[in-house]
């Protein structure tokens, strides 16, 4: 594949980088990246991945636009409310740049659809919105060796962290299980402020690139943490915990469970 | 001296920068290491800012040279992947 005129015009910026380069571009443009959730950190994460050109974005989301989302969603707008949040960021990342194919899919992601789903990307990116979801994904990834960059954000605090597997720590590693319900409170519950999503997608977006290039050190065994009040950027180390029950020697976890009773009974 | 006889030749006149260096970079992207790429371009600009990029890159600029009123040449070897 060669790059034509307007895609030498529209990624120049990238093809002048020594890191990039047209054969960088042309790593981006065939990549194929899935988002779960297309909400606070899935409208950021899409939008500069859609700019960077990755050329097939996966959206995953089964929610409908309400006018509280738009405060923080960018990819939505007000004219938009009520439409599925999977069409609306399909139509703005499309809108932004036509070389990007986006596969919108209305569903909620289970143990019963996942694998089916990220099988066919390269890499998974979490934006979702609760333990569950968070769950399932980091042991559907473990389970199926794909890297995912997963985020995660709350009043004015957020974290990325990305996980390879076999090579690195995963989600389990760090919280060998979800808190019980009402402990940690949601973003509806507790709130976040607006440019939040943004700080954290873009540092999504970023590892998503550096790993599509192969350029740069991965958020591998390490947590980024922000605290937006204090403008401060923490790292902490997470190394991969031998007695993780995903990824550890002997992982209790070798299929995927009904995350959502799980949680439930947690809270029981 | 010996004249260098280009591997490839590309011909990037009307071109603005940063195009210009896009466009030059890109080809001697194609290209294998210890080829020569030689530009022939009309912005004045890229006739100092390509050579100070390419060596950036690790490239070695073999000639820069105004051939007429409009135009130059510039030659390079291209150094590393």
Known sequence: ME????????????????????????????????????????????????????????????????????????????????????DSAKKTFEALNPDVHVIAIKERISKDNIFDIIKDYDIVVDGSDNFPTRYLVNDACVLSGKPLVSGAILRFEGQVTTILPKEGHCYRCLFEEPPPPGLVPSCQEAGVLGALPGIIGGLQAMEVLKLILGR?????????????????????????????????????????????AEYCQIRL | MEEIKPDKTINIKG????????????????????????????????????????????????????????????????ERE
């Open chain 2, 15 to 78: 071109l603005v920068c940063p195009y210009t260096f896009v466009k030059s970079k890109l080809a001697i992207e194609d290209m294998e290491v210890g080829e020569v790429l030689e530009i022939i371009l009309d912005y004045p600009e890229a006739s100092r800012s390509i050579p100070k990029s390419m060596e950036d890159h690790g490239h070695k600029v073999l000639k820069v040279e105004k051939i007429n009123d409009t135009d130059w040449i510039i030659v390079i070897r291209k």
């Open chain 1, 3 to 86: 790059l034509n005129d307007e895609q030498i015009l529209r990624y120049s910026r990238h093809i002048i980088l020594p890191e990039v380069g047209g054969k960088g571009q042309k790593k981006l443009l065939a990549a194929r990246v899935i988002l779960v959730g297309a909400g606070g950190l899935g409208c950021p994460v899409g939008y500069y991945l859609a700019a960077a050109g990755v050329g097939t974005i996966g959206l995953i989301d089964n929610d409908t636009i309400e006018l509280s989302n738009l405060q923080r969603q960018i990819a939505h707008n007000t004219e938009r409310v009520g439409m599925y949040k999977a």
């Open chain 1, 216 to 260: 740069g050190e991965p958020l591998k065994n390490r947590l980024l943490i922000y605290d937006a009040l204090k403008a401060s950027f923490r790292k902490v180390r997470i190394p991969k915990n031998p007695a993780c029950p995903v990824c550890g020697e002997n992982p209790t976890i070798t299929e995927l469970h009904d995350y959502e």
